[in-house]
T-cell receptor, first 115, second 112 residues
């Protein structure tokens, strides 16, 4: 594995509460991404970062915000969780770094259930 | 908008049979990538194709990139139970190499 740690791995939360998922990498990769995976929709990009404090929206960014204050950490926040945000969230990394720059690596995923 | 379509959605095969999944993009791609996801796991990078008409092999897996760089295929010869999982193709979306648009995947099950 490419040194990606997601936390928490599993979480159950109530509708309307804020939730933060953390992605931590040890490979000094420039690019980091958050995807969600849902049955029938595949993998969809939420937000991505191309450097510290440089982030941009992906395909399904509504209801989500991100922050990257350090190269190694990329946080995904659900401001007010809704049941439609129940999903598996994957962090991914790519770009120049100690690992092959042409390869995209995914973390092991965070299972979020909003009740 | 840009779309990547993958067929079939599901494929059930007997162990030893061949398997093929097809990927079609609505736009020309600079490259295409393939990933495998085991049940309960995370997507794992298999390969990237860059050149028009490119063919690459990994043991029993053969990957092709179409001449127009809008379609691709993954062929598995003589499937094994270890091939079970979902196979995704993905193409670049936007400027970042990791900004990928994924097909919805082909879920392969193999009956021993």
């Amino acid at each position: 594995d490419a040194g990606i740690t997601q936390s928490p791995r599993h979480k159950v939360t109530e509708t309307g509460t804020p939730v933060t998922l953390r992605c931590h990498q040890t490979e000094n990769h420039r690019y980091m991404y958050w995807y969600r995976q849902d049955p029938g929709h595949g993998l969809r990009l939420i937000h991505y970062s191309y450097g510290v404090k440089d982030t941009d929206k992906g395909e399904v960014s509504d209801g989500y915000s991100v922050s990257r204050s350090k190269t190694e950490d990329f946080l995904l926040t659900l401001e007010s969780a809704t049941s439609s945000q129940t999903s598996v969230y994957f962090c991914a990394i790519s770009g120049p770094g100690r690992v092959d720059g042409n390869t995209i690596y995914f973390g092991e995923g965070s299972w979020l259930t909003v009740v | 908008g840009q779309q990547v379509m993958q067929i079939p959605q599901y494929q059930h095969v007997q162990e030893g049979e061949d398997f093929t999944t097809y990927c079609n993009s609505s736009t020309t791609l600079s490259n295409i990538q393939w990933y495998k996801q085991r049940p309960g796991g995370h997507p794992v990078f298999l390969i990237q194709l860059v050149k028009s008409g490119e063919v690459k092999k990994q043991k029993r897996l053969t990957f092709q990139f179409g001449e127009a760089k809008k379609n691709s295929s993954l062929h598995i010869t003589a499937t094994q139970t270890t091939d079970v999982g979902t196979y995704f193709c993905a193409g670049p979306y936007g400027g970042s190499q990791g900004n990928l648009i994924f097909g919805k995947g082909t879920k392969l099950s193999v009956k021993p």
